[in-house]
C-alpha cells in the first residue's frame, strides 16, 4: 500500500502522520540539488570533464581525439572526435541521468567491455555548466547541435558539422561558484589535464591526440601502430630504450608493458601506469603486484617507472565499484596478483643475465657492457686456485687452514664453475680495495667499482632462496636454547611466522608470556648472537605487515640472514677472495643490487674519465 507520500510499501497512521509532520526532518531533495551532488561525484576538476568525455569518444570508435581548454578549462573544454555520432533523439536523450547506450539488463553489468557505462557523466557535466553538443552520423547530411544550461535544455537545432561529434563546455562551476574556489592553480589544473590525456593515449596508440591551450599546442601524439612507438612518444627516446618490454599469460589473462630496471627509480608511484582492459586505474592489487615483482630489487620508499597492461575476461573484473571508474574488484585478485608478479620478476631475472650493463654517477646515456678482460695468470705460472665460500666469505681453498679462516660445521661451500665468459664480473681485473669496503676492477674501457657487502649480500641471498625453495636450509642446533623476551606486537608476529622461521633454519618455541626459545639457528648464522638476530627479524617482519604474503615474509628474513653473513666493510679481502665474489656474482640473478635494493656496483667508462680530466 502506498505512504503519505505515495512511496510503495509504507503505512503510515492519520495520527502518526499528524504527529511526525511537525517535526519532520527527511525529505526528497529538489532535482537541481541532486543533480549537483551526483555531479560532484563525477566532475571535480576540468581533468575529470576531460576524462569523460575521451572515454565516450573512444567507445565512439574515434581515431582523432582533440582537447581543447581556454583558462585552464575554467572558460572553456572542448573535446573533438571523429567517431560515429548520434541521431538527434539519442543527442537530447544523452544528457538525461542514467542515459546510456552501453546497458540494456541487469546482466550487462557483469560483462562490461566500454569504458563509459553509467549513464551520469554528460547530465553531470551540464549540471555545472553550460554545454554545447553538436553531432552528425555517417551518411546524414546534417547534424544536431543541443544546448544545456545548468541541467535544462534550452535549444535544440539541426545544424552543418562534420561527422563525429564536438562537446563545448562553458563557465565550468559558473552556477557553484564554491566549487571553483577548490580549484588550484591554472598550470596546476592544466597539468592535470595533460597527464589524463597523456596516460589515456598510452593504452590506445592506434588513435591520434591532440591537447591545445589558449591555441597553443601542448601535446600531439601521432596514431601509430607499434605500441612501443607510441611508449616512445610519451616517454621519450631516451627513457623507452631503458625500458625492459615484457609479457605473460596464464589462463584467459594476459599482462604486457614495459618496466624500468632496479637503477632507474623514483621517490613516489607518479611514473607507475597501470591499466585493466585499457582503463587506466589505481589498483592496489596491481600496483603490489608490480611492486613484488621487483621483490629485493627496490630500496624502501623507491618506486619504478612502469606501464603495466593487464588483459582479463570482462566477467572477472568489476568496473562499477567507484563514481570515476578509477578503481577495480577482481573475481580472483590472488591469480592476478602472482600473474603480474611473476611476469615481472622474470622479466628482471632475465635482463640481470644479459651482458651487464651499468651506469656511471649522474649518467644520462645508456650504460656500457662489460668486456672481457684476461684474469692475470699466478706469479707461480700455475693455474687458478679452487675457491669456496668459508664463514660467508670467498677464499681460496689453500687459505681454509689454522692460519687462515675455519669453515663452521654447516656452513655453505661455494665451488665457482670454471672459466670467464664474456661480458661477466669474472673477466674483470682486480685493481684493489678502497675504504675498506670497495673493490676497483678494470674491463675493457671502463672501470667498475663494487660494493664488497652489497655484492656479497645478493650472491648469499640468492643461494639461501635457492636453498630455501628446496627446503634445504642447514641448521645448528644450539647447545643451550636462549630465550628472548619481546613485546605484544612482536610476539603476535612471530606467532605467525614461526613456520617461516622453520623454514629458513631456526627452531623456535614460544614460552609462557611474549617470549620465545631458540632452540636452532641458520648454520650459515652459528656464531651470530641469536637474541640479536630473533630481534633484527621481528623488525623486518614488522615492516613486511601481517597482511602481506608469505613469501615476502621469507625474504625479508633471508635478506636479514644474508646481511648479518655477508662480508663486512672493514674487512681487507684478499686477491684470491674478490676474485671468487666476481665469480660469484656471474653466477647469481639480481646482481646488481643487494637484497634491499641498494646498488652493489658502478661502472665508469673511459669517455667519463677523459671528459673529467678535459682529454675530449
Known amino acids: 500500500m502506498a505512504g503519505e507520500q505515495g512511496e510503495p510499501g509504507y503505512r503510515v497512521s492519520e495520527a502518526g502522520a499528524a504527529a511526525g509532520s511537525v517535526g519532520r526532518r527527511v525529505r526528497v531533495l529538489p532535482p537541481e540539488i541532486a543533480d549537483q551532488i551526483a555531479a ?19 567507445d565512439a570508435g574515434a581515431r582523432h581525439i582533440t582537447v581543447e581548454l581556454e583558462q585552464a578549462g575554467n572558460a572553456l573544454i572542448a573535446v573533438l572526435d571523429d567517431g560515429e555520432g548520434m541521431v538527434a533523439e539519442d543527442a537530447v536523450c544523452a ?27 554528460l547530465a553531470s557535466i551540464a549540471a555545472v555548466s553550460r554545454t554545447t553538443l553538436v553531432t552528425r552520423q555517417p551518411g546524414e547530411l546534417g547534424g544536431t547541435r543541443v544546448q544545456v544550461e545548468h541541467g535544462r535544455v534550452i535549444d535544440v537545432r539541426e545544424t552543418g558539422a562534420p561527422v563525429g561529434t564536438r562537446v563545448e563546455v562553458v563557465d565550468l562551476f559558473g552556477n ?19 597527464e589524463l590525456v597523456t596516460r589515456t593515449a598510452l593504452a590506445w596508440p592506434r588513435v591520434a591526440f591532440a591537447l591545445r591551450h589558449g591555441g597553443r599546442s601542448l601535446l600531439e601524439l601521432a596514431a601509430v601502430d607499434d605500441d612501443a612507438e607510441r611508449v616512445r612518444q610519451v616517454f621519450g627516446a631516451e627513457r623507452a630504450e631503458a625500458m625492459l618490454p615484457f609479457a605473460h599469460r596464464a589462463g584467459g589473462a594476459t599482462v604486457h608493458g614495459w618496466l624500468t630496471d632496479s637503477h632507474l627509480t623514483f621517490p613516489g608511484p607518479r611514473q607507475v601506469y597501470t591499466y585493466v582492459n585499457r582503463r587506466y586505474v589505481r589498483d592496489k592489487v596491481v600496483t603490489h603486484a608490480l611492486l613484488a615483482g621487483y621483490s629485493t630489487l627496490l630500496m624502501h620508499g623507491r618506486y619504478p617507472g612502469a606501464a603495466v597492461f593487464l588483459d582479463v575476461p570482462v566477467e572477472e573484473v568489476d568496473v562499477n565499484v567507484h563514481p570515476a571508474k578509477s ?11 602472482e600473474l603480474i608478479a611473476q611476469a615481472v620478476q622474470a622479466r628482471l631475472r ?28 699466478r706469479r707461480d705460472g700455475g693455474t687458478a686456485l679452487p675457491l669456496r665460500l668459508v664463514d660467508g666469505v670467498p677464499i681460496a681453498a689453500e687459505q681454509a687452514s689454522p692460519a687462515g ?9 661455494l665451488e665457482p664453475p670454471a672459466g670467464d665468459g664474456p661480458g661477466s664480473f669474472a673477466s674483470l681485473r682486480a685493481v684493489g680495495q678502497v675504504f675498506e669496503g670497495y673493490l676497483i676492477c678494470e674491463g675493457r674501457d671502463q672501470v667498475v667499482l663494487i660494493d664488497q657487502h652489497a655484492a656479497h649480500e ?7 632462496r635457492a636453498a630455501y625453495a628446496s627446503g634445504l636450509v642447514p641448521r645448528q642446533q644450539l647447545l643451550v636454547p636462549t630465550v628472548v623476551e619481546v613485546g605484544p606486537r612482536e610476539a603476535a608476529l612471530l606467532r605467525e611466522q614461526i613456520d617461516t622461521l622453520d623454514g629458513v633454519g631456526f627452531e623456535i618455541e614460544p614460552y609462557p608470556g611474549d617470549a620465545f626459545a631458540v632452540r636452532a639457528v641458520p648454520a650459515l648464522l652459528a656464531d651470530t648472537d641469536a637474541e640479536v638476530l630473533l630481534r633484527d627479524l621481528t623488525e ?26 655477508a662480508v663486512r666493510v672493514g674487512h681487507q679481502m684478499g686477491p684470491q677472495q674478490i676474485r671468487a665474489l666476481l665469480v660469484a656474482m656471474d653466477h647469481v640473478d639480481f646482481s646488481g643490487n643487494c637484497p634491499h635494493g641498494r646498488p652493489a656496483y658502478i661502472v665508469w667508462g673511459r669517455g667519463d674519465f677523459e671528459r673529467w680530466f678535459k682529454r675530449t
Open 40 to 58: 560532484g561525484e563525477v566532475v571535480e576538476r576540468p581533468a575529470a570533464v576531460v576524462k569523460e568525455l575521451v572515454e565516450n569518444a573512444l
Open 95 to 121: 544528457f538525461r541521468r542514467h542515459a546510456t547506450s552501453k546497458l540494456g539488463t541487469v546482466d550487462d553489468l557483469a560483462h562490461i567491455a566500454t569504458l563509459g557505462f553509467r549513464g551520469e557523466a
Open 176 to 194: 557553484t561558484p564554491a566549487r571553483r574556489k577548490f580549484l588550484k592553480a591554472p598550470a596546476t589544473e592544466v597539468g592535470h589535464v595533460s
Open 327 to 337: 578503481e577495480v574488484r577482481f573475481r580472483r585478485g590472488g591469480a592476478v596478483h
Open 350 to 377: 632475465d635482463q640481470s643475465r644479459e651482458p651487464r650493463r651499468g651506469g656511471g654517477l649522474g649518467a644520462a646515456n645508456p650504460p656500457m657492457p662489460l668486456h672481457p678482460l684476461p684474469w692475470p695468470a
Open 405 to 413: 679462516l675455519r669453515p663452521r660445521p654447516g656452513a655453505p661451500l
Open 458 to 464: 645478493r650472491v648469499t641471498f640468492e643461494r639461501l
Open 540 to 565: 623486518d617482519l614488522a615492516d613486511v605487515g601481517r597482511s602481506r604474503r608469505v613469501d615476502e615474509a621469507s625474504e625479508a628474513v633471508l635478506a636479514r640472514l644474508a646481511c648479518h653473513s
